[in-house]
């Protein structure tokens, strides 16, 4: 069996992001032992009820005491009080990351509170849901998904190197640039979208013409997929978009322009040029879907009903056997194709026979 090459993980903050980390990382025994806090009470005594760690500390510091590995798991805006809360109890020796959409601001705010014998390497996976808390940990929500790290100037090769084997170990394809090019590119691809979401069921719900009956009831897949994005955590969003302002400024900018130039379209009845754009649009479309980042099956190939936690298991079982992220990604995506959700309907017992998160040696909590 391979050496774990982390002997502890601390994790701070046990949401979405948190847990998952944690089953992720106990089912691939990619660490000897993983320990877990959480600001909130309620949290960390879900969290010890769920089994999502070996361990829920009542403190950060004693989450960080004897760990080679943290991983900061809580909003932006406050990644630089956290950092400063355990940099004093933090080992020579030890990495810390972090999962936050914003690399620059969080980079700046933790750097300061890193000392001298530990390095800093923030990390970002691209995956999540709308959904929060520990409830929401999701085993495999990294598998076949990008995690991008950017690390800090003093952070050695060897580090590096550590922390991108614990993201490939959780199945997720690994790329490493700066974090100025980081924010550009999520700002676009991640951040404006979020609020352009944010803005149009807003828009939607002030609307007195329409009732909110008729909203529900008559939902389209657009707007549908929109609430969804809109129902994401309000905090964490909201700390994103302030801490990476300048670069969702400049991309709304431009976005803004291109809105103009397709509302002359529309009222100058230009048919040409809306075509021209809806078909550039349909092939980037297709771009993300050959790339491995999405299926092209009905409903976006997301799972619904009782079986979609006995699908997923399987399609994660399908990736083990593939030996890159690419094959990886092809893997998964044959799964789908080859009709899993057919082939599994009536193996029922695969749902509700046991939880997807991984056998635990009995919980405790630090006190």
């Given at each position: 069996?391979?050496?774990?090459?982390?002997?502890?993980?601390?994790?701070?903050?046990?949401?979405?992001?948190?847990?998952?980390?944690?089953?992720?990382?106990?089912?691939?025994?990619?660490?000897?032992?993983?320990?877990?806090?959480?600001?909130?009470?309620?949290?960390?005594?879900?969290?010890?009820?769920?089994?999502?760690?070996?361990?829920?500390?009542?403190?950060?510091?004693?989450?960080?005491?004897?760990?080679?590995?943290?991983?900061?798991?809580?909003?932006?805006?406050?990644?630089?009080?956290?950092?400063?809360?355990?940099?004093?109890?933090?080992?020579?020796?030890?990495?810390?990351?972090?999962?936050?959409?914003?690399?620059?601001?969080?980079?700046?705010?933790?750097?300061?509170?890193?000392?001298?014998?530990?390095?800093?390497?923030?990390?970002?996976?691209?995956?999540?849901?709308?959904?929060?808390?520990?409830?929401?940990?999701?085993?495999?929500?990294?598998?076949?998904?990008?995690?991008?790290?950017?690390?800090?100037?003093?952070?050695?090769?060897?580090?590096v190197a550590r922390v991108a084997e614990f993201w490939r170990g959780l199945g997720s394809g690994v790329e490493i640039m700066s974090p100025e090019h980081h924010d550009l590119v999520l700002a676009i691809t991640s951040h404006v979208p979020h609020l352009i979401a944010y803005n149009i069921v807003g828009t939607v719900a002030d609307l007195e013409t329409v009732t909110q009956s008729e909203v529900i009831k008559y939902?389209?897949?657009?707007?549908?997929?929109?609430?969804?994005?809109?129902?994401?955590?309000?905090?964490?969003?909201?700390?994103?978009?302030?801490?990476?302002?300048?670069?969702?400024?400049?991309?709304?900018?431009?976005?803004?322009?291109?809105?103009?130039?397709?509302?002359?379209?529309?009222?100058?009845?230009?048919?040409?040029?809306?075509?021209?754009?809806?078909?550039?649009?349909?092939?980037?479309?297709?771009?993300?879907?050959?790339?491995?980042?999405?299926?092209?099956?009905?409903?976006?190939?997301?799972?619904?009903?009782?079986?979609?936690?006995?699908?997923?298991?399987?399609?994660?079982?399908?990736?083990?056997?593939?030996?890159?992220?690419?094959?990886?990604?092809?893997?998964?995506?044959?799964?789908?194709?080859?009709?899993?959700?057919?082939?599994?309907?009536?193996?029922?017992?695969?749902?509700?026979?046991?939880?997807?998160?991984?056998?635990?040696?009995?919980?405790?909590?630090?006190?």
């Amino acid at each position: 069996m391979k050496k774990p090459r982390f002997k502890r993980l601390a994790i701070i903050g046990l949401g979405l992001m948190g847990a998952s980390i944690a089953l992720g990382a106990r089912q691939n025994k990619l660490v000897g032992e993983v320990v877990g806090f959480d600001g909130s009470a309620d949290v960390r005594k879900r969290a010890a009820k769920l089994d999502v760690v070996d361990t829920v500390c009542k403190t950060a510091r004693q989450a960080v005491k004897g760990s080679d590995f943290i991983i900061l798991c809580v909003p932006v805006g406050v990644m630089g009080a956290v950092a400063k809360a355990i940099a004093g109890d933090l080992e020579k020796g030890a990495i810390v990351s972090d999962v936050g959409s914003v690399k620059t601001r969080v980079n700046e705010e933790i750097g300061p509170h890193i000392p001298e014998g530990v390095a800093l390497v923030p990390g970002h996976p691209i995956a999540g849901t709308e959904q929060s808390g520990p409830e929401a940990g999701c085993l495999g929500l990294f598998e076949g998904r990008w995690c991008i790290l950017t690390p800090a100037d003093k952070a050695g090769d060897e580090d590096v190197a550590r922390v991108a084997e614990f993201w490939r170990g959780l199945g997720s394809g690994v790329e490493i640039m700066s974090p100025e090019h980081h924010d550009l590119v999520l700002a676009i691809t991640s951040h404006v979208p979020h609020l352009i979401a944010y803005n149009i069921v807003g828009t939607v719900a002030d609307l007195e013409t329409v009732t909110q009956s008729e909203v529900i009831k008559y939902s389209a897949g657009g707007f549908r997929d929109f609430t969804r994005i809109a129902a994401s955590d309000p905090t964490m969003w909201r700390d994103i978009f302030l801490a990476n302002k300048n670069a969702v400024l400049e991309m709304l900018g431009r976005f803004s322009e291109d809105l103009a130039a397709l509302q002359r379209d529309i009222r100058w009845d230009d048919g040409e040029s809306l075509l021209e754009l809806f078909t550039r649009t349909r092939e980037i479309r297709r771009g993300i879907i050959d790339a491995g980042q999405d299926e092209d099956v009905p409903d976006f190939g997301r799972f619904h009903g009782a079986f979609s936690e006995a699908i997923r298991r399987e399609m994660v079982e399908a990736s083990k056997t593939a030996e890159s992220f690419e094959r990886l990604r092809d893997a998964v995506g044959d799964a789908v194709k080859q009709g899993i959700i057919e082939a599994r309907e009536k193996a029922s017992e695969l749902v509700g026979a046991g939880s997807h998160r991984t056998p635990n040696k009995k919980k405790n909590e630090v006190s």
